[in-house]
C-alpha cells in the first residue's frame, strides 16, 4: 500500500508567507477508498529517532510518478486526515521501514 521511495526525494515548499523550507519524501501512496494519491513529508535533515510533525498532502504525481510543488492539496476532510494517519502509523510501526 505505502511505497518507499529507494532514492530520497525533496520538495521545498513555500508557506503563506513566502518562505521555502526543503522537505523529505517520507512515502507516498494511493487510496481505492479515496481514489487520490497522498504523499507524507517530513523536514529534511532530520535525524531517524527524532519527533518531527509530518505533512501529509493529497498530491496528483505526474505520469512519471513524481511529485510537483505545484500539485499538492491540503486535506481537509476528517475522515480522510483519520485514514492518512491510520497508515502512516502502520508505517511507522513497520521496524522494516527503517532498516
Do not use: C, R
Not at 28 to 48: C, M, N, Q, R, W
Not at 72 to 87: F, K, Q, R, S, T
Amino acid at each position: 500500500m505505502a511505497k518507499q521511495n529507494p532514492e530520497i526525494d525533496k520538495i521545498t515548499l513555500v508557506d503563506d508567507n513566502g518562505d521555502e523550507a526543503l522537505y523529505e519524501v517520507l512515502f507516498t501512496f494511493h487510496s481505492e477508498e479515496y481514489d487520490k494519491s497522498y504523499i507524507l513529508l517530513v523536514p529534511d535533515g532530520v535525524e531517524e529517532d527524532e519527533q518531527v510533525d509530518v505533512q501529509a498532502y493529497i498530491f496528483n504525481p505526474e505520469e512519471d510518478g513524481e511529485s510537483k510543488e505545484g500539485n499538492l492539496m491540503p486535506i481537509e476532510d476528517d475522515a480522510e486526515w483519520a485514514m492518512v494517519e491510520e497508515v502512516l502509523n502502520t508505517f511507522l510501526d513497520d521496524d522494516s521501514n527503517f532498516e
